[in-house]
């Protein structure tokens, strides 16, 4: 199999990291993986809600102004995803489409389910209007997988082509966002301790994840929360007590994440004809907020696109963002900008050292049998 290396140094220069011009080698040909299935929220959504009745959406611009068309396509970004580039990473050609567009898209290279808003509780979100949760990804699904049986003939052939696939999954965002940290619409803060919560929302995500793997999941990438105390909007909402970021909230999301990585080893432990991998996207953030110019950033508490303190207040149609968008850590609000979708799609495809993910990284699980 045929090796290039991509254009991405050039972008690589424009950041100023050095590092990703060493991790760009990708596949030519045939992808690593025949399928790659997304199951997420904003931060992976490529348009899911963007006919949906509610807040959460981002068809319109600026959003999308990096894109060659300039045009928004519900991603919650300037232009691609950890996602998109992870599939470009893994050889895809095209992005994985959004379930929204499924009814003309090719099922059997996998779907993107994301919906900004969902959370591993169905209520989570709901303030915003509509959005798809877990679980309602879940059955969405069910729903390929049913026409994927109607493609290849047999259940036989559809699972053993799910088993080869590649499963992105990442919600618990909104949980804390839109739920626990929303003490005026939910009652979980009132009725659980943040112990409490974090054991709730795994527990309950164990049963989903393990849902998943009936369905035939068997390479799953599992992402941890990002720190939500250093988003723009929670420095601006809560202030931050000359820290870098909410210590208080940040605090809360890694009891979740503590809990994710022993969810693994539990996942791992338990089906041994699957592996499960835990991608450690928290302190990665982390990193680049404590020692922004090592990864090429400036600014990393205000947001390149919003109004009010710290741009906390998500983008408002037709405004003009920041034109030094690479230097931006944050896109908007609670989004991170394409750079930094960069360097976190690429760190986690590529660790050889196993400082963000464990106990392998993404490249090795695709490569899987």
Known sequence: MAFEITKWCMVCTAVSVVLLCTLTIRVVGEPQVPCFFIFGDSIVDNGNNNN????AKSNYPPYGVDTPTRRPTGRFTNNRTIVDITGELLGFKDYIPPYEDSHSADVLVGMNYASAAAGIRDETGQQLGARISFNNQLR?????????????????????????????VGLGNNDYINNYLKPLFYSSSHKYTPQQFAEVLIQQYSEQIKTLYNYGAKKVALYSLLPVGCTPNEIASYG????????KI???VVLFNNRLRSLVDELNNNFTDAKFVYVNLYDLALAAIFNPAQWGFKVTNRACCGVGPYNGIACMPLQIPC?????????????????SNMIMAQRT???PSLNITYPMDIYTLAQLQ
Do not use: M
């Not at 949906?52 to 807040?55: D, K, N, P």
């Not at 931050?240 to 210590?247: I, K, P, S």
């Not at 034109?323 to 750079?339: C, G, K, M, Q, V």
């Open 240 to 247: 931050t007590n000359g820290a870098l970021c909410v210590e």
């Open 140 to 168: 969405n699904h069910q729903d390929i997988i049913s026409r994927i049986t109607n493609i290849l003939g047999s259940n036989e052939s559809t699972t053993s082509h799910l088993n080869k696939c590649l499963y992105y």
């Open 52 to 55: 949906l009745v509610t807040l």
């Open 349 to 351: 495809y590529h660790d």
């Open 323 to 339: 034109h030094n968008r690479t230097e931006y850590l944050f896109w908007d609000a609670f989004h991170p900008s394409e750079a």
């Open 250 to 252: 940040n605090a809360q």
